[in-house]
């Protein structure tokens, strides 16, 4: 069987009686770039929205306009380059992505449709405009190496790869074949598109590591899921008809640090590698990458790289964003997890205060605050060699730290002295271009970290100087997560963190039963108490009712005093010992023993006097066993829709008044054309 009649029997399958003209309509395209997906090629279709921006510039330059040939895509964080066709990230490092203007597709069975290249695809669709006039189908198209497009009609267009030998071709004549399809629809399902403006902004930096959690994410990976599940509760949570039925928009952008450290082109690394020993290389690999990012922190050198770094990008990002977004009334908020919490929260405590602008007034506020005295402060500045402040930066009021030595307290500085305190080198802060409207911790170890550094108790009117809300987020197993409001007040160890709601707006089911085992056991308690109180004025605590009962069973409903048995009722304001929170912290000395929950109306002003600790629930599996999961809960954040809801309803209650001002806004608009 030679090569042409294999192709003639083939075509005799597909063969109709006369030509066969079909009218000429334009083909409808759609762009795509391309990204790698676990070593395969994957095309990705842009949303509905920037297609049509795409298409419109690509006719403007075939018209020999190229004033436009940079497009912003996908909300602003990309740009597409028309004439190289490649997708670039705008805030963040990435590789560039290739382009193409979809039109003509092929797929094989079980997988998805792949456009062809621009040049095959214009080829083909010159053939099928000449078919379309002359009815002339069953047209083989050669294309580079050997490979075949056959159009046996306008519903059966057949792609061969190549074939070296014909004799086969009834064997393999169907399994190398594509199907070729013209036209995008039916391709893929692209979204709609991000084109409102922007209501708010978030940094989010990382934690230790170059992954985020167990399923290898990097933080570019967790930010795009982040901003994808925001998109869809603000959806489905928030209703905001005042902005014409669009919904409220929240930008993130990643913060990368560790790259810094960590890069192959670094002497840093290179020393490492070389006096790392050869022995078990994955647990070596873990160590260098994730836990040495403590210690570098810990030096001042590098903690001094990372600070800078860290700031240097948000004042860079700031400016970019302006640039792009000349209209942008909204505020900024920042998500730090895990250590980069603490890279944050060192930054953010030592800002310029714009309340400070005399010594005089300084001293004051340290005298006030009841943390820090003046002698200590003059000590302090000898201590430096000087100020201790930036040029043209007034130090400010910090949380207290007791000083090695004399005993008294000090401040902290823009320049932080190394007797501070564990792991707090001194070094230099910048100072950022902006005023955070919150700064959100997620996993953090702040509280454990400002406790290594000698920090005794944070002073209540101590804040962070230019941003007025500070909220500690934490899952209730994660090993790494610390509490703050017991540094600022001792009784709160007491009181459990409050509690954040399920984005399902209800409490789930496990913990649903052991709240109404708790209430059953209050209301237990209630309806005995008069018995015990009547037994007791009666004077006949052995009264013969109760005389057959066991003595633990008498014990209990007497309160009788027995031996090993703790009869002290749990009254209702009693924190229960609740796995789900953990166990009840120890009583500091000076808070209540009555072993009832103090009634702490302020919480210092950290973040406005309000709450600072919240605590996520637990799954129903996580609570099977909280070892098990205590890993996997330490990056369980970057997933959670309780978390995340939570983030949206702090920012959204942030641009409550720009909210009523663009509500206001499109009412005046409205009425112009009514």
Request: with cysteine; charged share 25%.
């Amino acid at each position: 069987m030679d090569y042409q009649s294999s192709f003639d029997s083939v075509d005799g399958l597909f063969s109709r009686n006369g030509p066969m003209v079909l009218p000429f309509e334009p083909v409808h395209s759609h762009w795509f770039f391309c990204r790698q997906e676990n070593g395969k090629d994957v095309w990705i279709p842009f949303t509905h929205y920037d297609s049509k921006s795409l298409e419109e510039a690509f006719h403007q330059n075939r018209r020999g306009d190229h004033s436009i040939n940079i497009i912003s895509t996908q909300g602003g964080r990309y740009d597409v380059d028309l004439k190289e066709r490649k997708l670039t990230a705008v805030y963040w490092e990435e590789e560039k992505f290739p382009v193409r203007r979809g039109t003509w597709f092929s797929k094989m069975a079980g997988e998805v449709f792949v456009p062809y290249e621009e040049q095959i695809a214009d080829k083909l669709e010159g053939e099928y405009r000449l078919i379309c006039k002359t009815g002339d189908w069953q047209k083989r198209i050669d294309l580079p190496g050997g490979e075949t497009i056959i159009l046996h009609s306008e519903n059966a267009m057949i792609h061969y790869d190549a074939t070296k030998s014909w004799t086969d071709v009834a064997e393999t004549l169907y399994k190398n074949q594509k199907t070729v399809k013209r036209g995008w629809e039916g391709t893929c399902m692209p979204d709609e598109g991000e084109w409102e403006p922007i209501d708010h902004v978030v940094f989010v930096s990382h934690g230790i590591g170059s992954y985020c959690d167990l399923k290898w994410r990097t933080l570019n990976q967790c930010v795009d899921a982040f901003r994808l599940m925001s998109r869809n509760l603000l959806r489905d949570h928030f209703n905001f008809a005042g902005k014409k039925g669009k919904s409220f928009r929240v930008e993130f952008i990643p913060i990368n640090w560790h790259g810094i450290l960590h890069s192959d082109n670094t002497e840093l690394e290179n020393r490492i590698k070389r006096i790392t020993l050869p022995t078990i290389p994955i647990v070596r690999y873990f160590a260098n990458d994730y836990v040495l990012d403590i210690l570098f922190y810990s030096s001042p050198k590098y903690c001094k790289i990372i600070a800078d770094h860290v700031a240097s990008d948000m004042n860079r990002l700031h400016a970019l964003f302006l640039q792009r977004n000349p209209g942008y009334k909204g505020g900024l908020s920042i998500i730090g997890h895990s250590l980069g919490s603490i890279v944050l929260f060192d930054m953010l405590s030592h800002q310029p205060d714009p309340s400070v602008k005399s010594s005089s007034k300084r001293f004051k506020n340290c005298v006030d605050a009841g943390f820090v005295t003046q002698p200590a402060e003059v000590a302090f500045e000898n201590e430096l060699g000087g100020s201790g402040s930036q040029e043209g930066l007034s130090p400010r009021t910090s949380y207290s730290r007791q000083g090695s030595g004399s005993g008294s307290f000090v401040s902290a500085d823009y320049v932080v002295p190394p007797f501070m305190g564990a792991g707090y080198p001194s070094i230099r802060y910048p100072v950022l271009s902006f005023k955070p409207s919150a700064f959100f911790a997620i996993g953090s170890p702040v509280g454990m970290f400002l406790a290594v550094r000698g920090v005794t108790q944070i002073a209540e009117d101590y804040s962070l100087p230019t941003c007025p809300k500070f909220l500690n987020i934490f899952h209730p197993t994660d090993p790494v997560a610390y509490r703050i409001e017991p540094l600022l007040i001792p009784e709160a160890c007491k009181l459990p963190a409050a509690v954040i709601e399920n984005h399902k707006s209800r409490q789930r089911l496990h913990l649903v039963q052991k709240n109404l085992a708790t209430v059953a056991s209050s209301l237990k308690s209630r309806l005995l108490d008069p018995v015990r109180a009547l037994a007791s004025f009666a004077g006949i605590p052995n009264f013969a009712s109760l005389a057959g009962l066991p003595s633990k069973v008498r014990a209990q409903f007497l309160n009788e005093e027995q031996p090993g048995v703790n009869v002290t009722p749990q009254t209702e304001e009693e924190p229960p010992n609740d796995p789900e929170l953990g166990p009840a912290a120890p009583t500091p000395s000076g808070s209540r023993q009555n072993g009832e929950i103090p009634k702490i109306k302020v919480f210092g002003q950290l973040n406005g006097g309000d709450r600072i600790d919240y605590v996520l629930q637990q799954g129903p599996l996580e609570s099977l066993n909280q070892y098990l999961f205590a890993l996997h809960s330490h990056a369980v954040y970057w997933d959670s829709e309780d978390c995340l809801l939570f983030i949206l309803r702090q920012i959204i209650d942030i641009e409550r008044d720009n909210l009523s001002a663009s509500m206001e806004e499109s009412e005046e608009d409205e009425s112009q054309y009514i």
